[in-house]
């Protein structure tokens, strides 16, 4: 079989038989093509005039493919690295424990389930549906409730936000993670689409069924379950305390995200090793969706076969900062994903349609260690915090949003064009009083620059919703090459909060590679 790249296909042409492309693309008659199936799809729009899908083509011939090979200059001998879920005929005295039900913990439970070991996972919030029921109920006004609500809980953070599955990594088991999101709900497209995502309103019932399957191989998950503590006899694993009872445990894989800050501070104290690592800080912008296709799309803007269109965008400025767009959320609304009480946290979601009237993405600047005060090595956590309480301070809760024209222009505050998708309710703030200068400053910056690559991306009915601090974690927790706290045996820092991830599928792969570790050390 040959893999078929960048082949070019009308955005009108019928995806149901792709032999006359694949058989134009190889230059060979279309009776040698034997069958065709899609393996990646993306919209090129470089030419706003001449917007068209470019593809990756599975190939199966009818002739010598070797033959065909000398003449495809586009083409290669499809060899993939297929994933092995490992059985174990291993029995450790205690079942391993994993802290945490993001995407890193999920899998990592899933893997050591399928292996026969049993995990034991501990989420410190609720199940989906009654998370969800209080994320709601936040949404609409009522009290946040600290241990469930849009970082804590069933998913982790990435259940409530655009379902993304777009990664940078090159790791074999991305295709894995993909396969295992498909067989338990996502759409079968996430298996093609460059740029795949589920959307919350479905990786909700994706979740769940994935806990499903790990307690029908012997798992089990408690929530409303935190980790308070960790006992070790000379630097080696023991017990995990919750607020409950103290369980033996000779294997935890730590998967706890990256608000875990109250795990962090527990970890410090233990002379569990870690250091700073940079992180970064900023706002949600939004845009009228339909400026946004527009600008990407040109007068393909609203052709059926092109859904919302996203961007990813980044600058490098010349103090040095790095200014970027993350988690883009096309035809969503920008949500307050606040976990401690007196502060607030913003981040973004939308859901499988993307149909919302706004898009929204996260615009952030990098915040090196060398940015903090002091030598604690949760002084980034500490950053977070003093900015996240600082918005809160404003007006008691209410989320604080300005506008292009007010912050970056200087123009008196009018919400026009973009009404912000925040709820329950907003207020204009001077962002000046948020964040450390050189955010507000680089920020400024970096919508003018990004308005030179995208039109109107600096047009000043833009609105912007502050703060975003949660988009990575400001710490790593060390680990050796046997996946395993270089500090303290026994514990296996995995995923985000650890400092080894930044979304779902770098979290999620992480998690398979920790598990893995572990059940090699077993």
């Known amino acids: 079989m040959l893999l078929v790249n960048n082949v070019n296909i009308p955005l009108d042409a019928d995806f149901s038989d792709l032999k006359p492309y694949a058989a134009k693309s190889l230059k060979v008659d279309g009776s040698a093509v034997k069958s065709v199936r899609l393996y990646r799809k993306s919209v090129d729009a470089r030419k706003k005039s001449e917007l068209h899908f470019c593809c990756s083509l599975l190939a199966e011939l009818n002739v010598n493919e070797n033959s065909v090979l000398k003449k495809a200059k586009n083409a290669s001998l499809y060899s993939p690295i297929k994933y092995v879920w490992q059985n174990s005929d291993k029995h450790p005295k205690t079942r391993p424990i994993v802290v945490g039900f993001g995407p890193a913990g999920m899998f990592a439970a899933l893997f050591l389930a399928r292996a026969g070991l049993k995990p034991l996972v501990l989420e410190r919030g609720r199940d989906a ?53 498909y067989k338990h709900g996502a759409p079968e497209n996430i298996l093609t689409d460059a740029k795949p995502h589920i959307g919350t309103d479905i990786l909700v019932d994706v979740v769940k069924n994935i806990r499903k399957e790990i307690i029908s191989l012997g798992g089990e998950v408690r929530f409303e379950t935190k980790l308070c503590d960790l006992c070790f006899r000379d630097g080696i694993l023991v017990s995990a305390i919750t607020e409950t009872q103290e369980i033996l445990c000779e294997h935890l894989i730590l998967a706890t995200g990256h608000s875990a800050r109250d795990t962090f501070m527990m970890l410090k104290n233990k002379g569990v090793k870690m250091i700073r690592k940079p992180f970064s800080m900023g706002v949600r912008i939004e845009h009228l969706q339909s400026d946004i296709n527009k600008a990407l799309y040109g007068d393909f803007a609203s052709h059926p076969a092109l859904g919302a269109a996203d961007y990813k965008l980044a600058v490098h400025l010349q103090n040095g900062r790095g200014v970027y767009t993350f988690c883009m959320c096309p035809g969503g609304e920008v949500i307050n994903a606040s976990s401690e009480a007196g502060g607030i946290a913003v981040n973004g979601m939308s859901r499988s349609r993307r149909d919302g ?90 919508i003018l620059l990004f308005d030179k690559k995208i039109k109107g991306f600096a047009d000043e009915s833009a609105v912007l919703t502050a703060p975003e601090t949660r988009s990575s974690s400001p710490v790593r927790i060390l680990r050796g090459e046997d996946g395993q706290s270089l500090t303290h045996s026994g514990i296996y820092p995995c995923g985000e909060g650890a400092g080894y991830a930044g979304g779902i599928m770098s979290a999620a792969t992480d998690g398979l590679k920790t598990a893995e570790a572990l059940l090699a050390g077993i």
Do not use: M
């Not at 970082?151 to 990435?158: C, R, T």
């Not at 090159?170 to 894995?176: G, L, S, V």
């Not at 977070?384 to 809760?397: D, I, P, S, V």
């Open 129 to 181: 549906d009654a998370r969800t029921a209080d994320v709601n109920r936040f949404f609409a006004g009522g009290e946040l409730n600290a241990e469930s609500n849009v970082q804590f809980g069933e998913g982790g953070a990435g259940t409530f936000s655009d379902g993304k599955l777009n990664t940078g990594i090159k790791d074999f088991r991305c295709r894995a993670v993909l396969e295992e999101l």
């Open 357 to 446: 009237e706004n898009s929204n993405s996260a615009l952030l600047v990098s915040v090196e260690p060398d940015d903090l005060i002091g030598d604690d090595v949760l002084a980034g956590c500490a950053l977070q915090r003093k900015t996240e309480q600082a918005a809160y301070a404003l007006f008691g809760g209410v989320v604080p949003v300005s506008t292009v024209g007010s912050f970056v222009f200087g123009k008196p505050f009018e919400i026009t064009r973009v009404k912000p998708t925040i709820k329950p309710s907003f207020a204009y703030a001077d962002f000046e009083k948020i964040f450390p200068k050189f955010i507000s400053d680089s920020l400024k910056e970096g």
